[in-house]
């Protein structure tokens, strides 16, 4: 039950939030396109449980692992070289790919703005990049090699994108929207997200409450 409790703690972290987002940028589209602005805030939850996962699995970490572990940088948990691993771990390596590859299909499905492969490879290459910096908090290992195959994984699930269009025969966007392309929608979703997390989830605090430590 304490481990639900503190699953569901993390989990409000990110989806309350992403509530409130799809429901603001509901009402201003929907107005204008009703129909497709339902279907486009829904599938930013979707997405949102999508991110919530990405953190979570990865050990994003917060501003409380600053109080937790101080902050003290080791070169021997940061890797900045490609690659350079003794024992190379297939799994580990797939799993990295695998993680962000939705990331690449959600991104033009959402966003007309980036239904162009270098658009998409850099927001799929930040992301990356912001979890693994944060993971210097948590004393987890920064790696360059997960750097590069998030990045990849982003590149293959464009990839998968464009060709579900392909198969379909017509455009495969949740919401259609001149102006689109303008907005930071995309980058707003996710930096508040993850910021939202950073500053309210508080994993060993809670732990102590639940299993009185």
């Known amino acids: 039950m304490e481990d639900l409790i503190l699953t569901g ?22 107005k204008l396109h009703p129909k497709a602005a339902i279907w486009h805030s829904l599938f930013l939850l979707v ?9 979570h699995f990865t050990g994003t970490g917060t501003i409380f692992h600053v109080k937790q572990y101080g902050i003290a940088l080791s070169t021997a948990s940061i890797n900045l070289i490609p690659f350079s691993s003794e024992a190379i ?3 580990g390596y797939g799993l990295n790919v695998v993680l962000f590859m939705p ?10 703005k980036y239904d162009r492969l270098p658009r998409a490879c850099v927001f799929g290459f930040l992301l990356s990049l912001l979890v693994e910096i944060s993971q210097l908090l ?9 750097l590069i195959l998030n990045t990849l994984g982003t590149v293959l699930g464009f990839v998968l994108f464009r060709l579900y269009v ?5 455009t495969a966007r949740a919401f259609e929207d001149d ?31 639940l299993y009185h430590f």
Do not use: Q
């Not at 997405?47 to 953190?55: D, H, K, N, R």
């Not at 392909?166 to 017509?170: D, E, G, Q, V």
């Open 166 to 170: 392909r198969l379909i025969k017509r």
């Open 89 to 91: 771990d297939l799994t």
């Open 179 to 209: 102006t689109a392309s303008h907005r930071p929608e995309a980058f707003f979703f996710v930096a508040l997200l993850f910021l939202c997390r950073f500053f309210t989830y508080y994993e060993f605090g809670m732990a102590k409450m």
């Open 9 to 30: 703690y993390e989990f409000l972290t990110v989806m309350l939030p992403a509530l409130l987002l799809a429901g603001m940028f509901y009402l201003s589209k929907k």
């Open 103 to 112: 990331l690449g299909f959600f991104l033009p499905f959402l966003w007309e």
């Open 47 to 55: 997405f949102a449980y999508y991110l919530y996962g990405v953190f």
């Open 138 to 146: 948590n004393i987890r290992a920064t790696d360059v090699d997960d």
